[in-house]
């Protein structure tokens, strides 16, 4: 158990409908990463935020967003979905801002789009 | 631009074989290095890490990794492979920055 929870699981819905995922970092964890990984894309970095400010962004598309609250925890709204959406989404965290600190990955949430 | 390639998508061993899984990147500064395993229906959980110092880097579940600037590699080497080492290995490096690049990943299969 990495300490890093996600919610939910599993996600079933249709095309063009909105969800939001939900993550909560390791106690004491500021960073909190963003990941896609689809069988044809890989692992595939989404955005960074620390102490609730964005700081890093990867190949996140225009329809999805996040944030990180206060109490540190984060959502990625992922909006007019589509069938290619379909994916694992990982959300990690780590202690720091700079690279060094490994990041602590979450079970995921598996995104179905119908 | 930082990239990471796995040289291998996927690698059939037998079982208390030895096993080297390849990880090259390019990148114009330094970089951390990590490799990752992912085990079937959970998250990613980090094998070992080289930063800096000793380029022999040892980690968890006996696997170890070696570090080489001037072949920009980090192949990861298991003496004798377990059938409980199945699962999916990821290379990842980061420019001591805030983002990570994975490779696309080494699927590690243990025959008994």
């Known amino acids: 158990d990495s300490g890093v929870t996600q919610t939910p699981k599993h996600l079933i819905t249709a095309t063009g409908q909105r969800v939001t995922l939900r993550c909560s970092p390791r106690?004491?964890?500021?960073?909190v990463y963003w990941y896609q990984q689809s069988l044809d894309q890989g692992l595939q970095f989404l955005i960074q935020?620390?102490?609730?400010?964005?700081?890093a962004k990867g190949n996140i598309l225009e329809r999805f967003s996040a944030q990180q609250f206060p109490d540190l925890h984060s959502e990625l709204n992922l909006s007019s979905l589509e069938l290619g959406d379909s994916a694992l989404y990982f959300c990690?965290?780590?202690?720091?801002?700079?690279?060094?600190?490994?990041?602590?990955f979450g079970p995921g949430t598996r995104l179905t789009v119908t | 631009a930082q990239s990471v390639t796995q040289l291998d998508s996927q690698v059939p061993v037998f079982e208390e074989a030895p096993v080297e899984l390849r990880c090259n990147y390019s990148?114009?500064?330094?970089?951390?290095l990590f490799w990752y395993v992912q085990y079937p229906n959970q998250g990613l959980q980090l094998l070992l890490k080289?930063?800096?110092?000793?380029?022999l880097v040892k980690g968890i579940n006996g696997f170890e990794a070696e570090f080489n600037k001037s072949q920009t590699s980090f192949h990861l080497r298991k003496p004798s492979v377990h059938i409980s080492d199945t699962a999916e290995y990821f290379c990842?490096?980061?420019?001591?920055?805030?983002?990570?690049?994975f490779g696309t990943g080494t699927s590690l299969t243990v025959i008994p």
């Open positions: 990690a965290s780590s202690p720091r801002l700079a690279g060094e600190s490994e990041q602590y």
């Open positions: 080289y930063l800096s110092g000793s380029t």
């Open positions: 990148s114009s500064v330094s970089v951390y």
């Open positions: 106690s004491g964890d500021l960073s």
């Open positions: 935020y620390y102490n609730g400010e964005e700081r």
């Open positions: 990842a490096v980061t420019p001591r920055g805030n983002q990570f690049y």
